[in-house]
């Protein structure tokens, strides 16, 4: 690596680490300001960006819709939550402009997303570490699933299975289909273990299932290009024992799953709401029949203000006015949003601002992805797409940050004549 390489892939290293710890915020903030001052003016000149900027269509698409939500902002009635939010989604404006205007070597990027995975592996580790000894030293097995695993870094398992899926990829790409020699394979391999069990204590339903379908999807087109069909065997047996002893010995992470069978709600039930660590019955709030419920309340509050939305500042305001409206008590008296990124930004942006958002954010990074067969950038964004569906990552500053950096990052060595 140049010179230039070292300093940005170091102040990567420092951004990922960041990226998992949520109660060093003033800390966080000067590294990820040093890493895109440097990327912006370090790295590069002004003329090579402005070049960079006209070649990448999605990051016009990207101020496009920061844009967007700042008009939205101004013509809200609460101006000042509207800046509130405003300040969550900020990373996607940074982010691809401090990195998203960078050509770096493909070599550079795929180190870099392998140092992210290893970070993920840093992390996962000390956290497993930390649970086991929760529950068995301290008899609080509780502690070793779900938000409860995550809670000593201050992030919600959701976005902390986001990144651990991500690791996966990255780590199986590096597994697989790079020249690796026996020693680094194994630890990518115990990695890549390690990070699987992780998962399943993280305890993220939309995370686990897409993981297991990429891993099945995986397994049958490896077995059918390399005509590795032992090898296929062989990973198809050890992927369902595995899944049969993690749910035989650490049956917790089933109640997620249960929940999905309870799908029907009354928006005036004052049920309890459901937890993995105890009994799913009926008449509980759970995760599947509360998103339903909050979905069909966006979907009509939308449908009044189809093609500019309510505003940033007024989408919370203008969804509890829904809620009450259908009696729905349980989703006012926890503040509940409406879990859904894409319905979000309708409610807030309406037709125009998703249209933007699609095309900016997931169609040409995708477009331009494939367009360099680059699988690994359109599985990563891919993943960030379906993991929009079920929570409003906006509304959460590692959330942004999550999509803001992973998105351009991903298309840093595109060029627009490889075809």
């Given at each position: ?6 300093i940005l892939y170091g102040g990567l290293l420092f951004f990922f680490g960041a990226l998992f710890y ?398």
């Open positions: 690596m140049t010179i230039q390489e070292k949520a109660y060093t915020d003033t800390i966080n903030g000067i590294v990820i300001a040093l890493l895109l001052l440097y990327a912006f003016f370090f790295v590069g000149n002004f003329k090579s960006k402005w070049g960079l900027l006209k070649e990448r269509k999605h990051i016009a698409f990207m101020m496009l819709f920061i844009l967007l939500l700042l008009i939205s902002i101004l013509f809200s009635d609460n101006t000042g939550r509207g800046f509130r939010y405003l300040d969550t989604r900020l990373a996607l404006f940074y982010f691809p402009l401090g990195l998203g205007l960078l050509q770096l070597t493909k070599p550079f990027k795929e180190k870099s997303l392998l140092g992210f995975a290893l970070v993920t592996t840093v992390v996962a580790a000390g956290l497993l570490v930390y649970g086991i000894y929760a529950a068995t030293v301290l008899n609080k097995p509780e502690l070793l699933y779900n938000d409860s695993l995550t809670a000593v870094i201050g992030r919600q398992s959701v976005y902390v299975a986001l990144l651990v899926n991500i690791s996966v990829f990255i780590l199986s790409y590096w597994i697989f289909y790079k020249p690796v020699s026996g020693k680094k394979q194994a630890l990518l391999l115990s990695a890549l273990c390690l990070l699987l069990v992780f998962s399943y204590f993280l305890a993220s339903r939309s995370m686990m299932l897409l993981l297991f379908a990429v891993a099945i999807g995986f397994i049958f087109h490896y077995i059918l290009t390399k005509k590795k069909y032992l090898e296929g065997a062989t990973l198809l047996m050890a992927l369902g024992i595995g899944v049969f002893l993690v749910f035989k010995f650490f049956p917790q992470t089933l109640n997620r799953f249960r929940e999905l069978t309870y799908t029907q709600f009354e928006y005036s039930n004052r049920g309890a709401e459901s937890h993995y660590n105890m009994e799913v019955t009926a008449d509980q709030w759970n995760g599947a029949n509360f998103r339903l419920a909050a979905w069909q309340c966006g979907w009509e509050l939308f449908l009044q203000h189809p093609l500019t939305g309510v505003g940033l500042g007024d989408k919370q305001d203008e969804l509890v006015r829904a809620y009450a409206k259908k009696g729905f008590q349980f989703g006012i008296d926890t503040k509940k949003n409406v879990h859904n990124n894409y319905l979000d930004v309708l409610i807030s942006t309406g037709i125009i601002g998703l249209a933007v958002f699609l095309v900016g954010w997931l169609g040409l990074p995708l477009y331009y992805s494939a367009r360099q067969r680059d699988w690994l950038a359109v599985l990563i964004i891919g993943s960030i797409g379906i993991a929009l569906f079920t929570e409003v990552y906006f509304d959460r500053t590692v959330g942004g940050m999550i999509v803001g950096f992973f998105v351009p990052f991903l298309l840093t060595d595109y060029r627009k004549e490889v075809v």
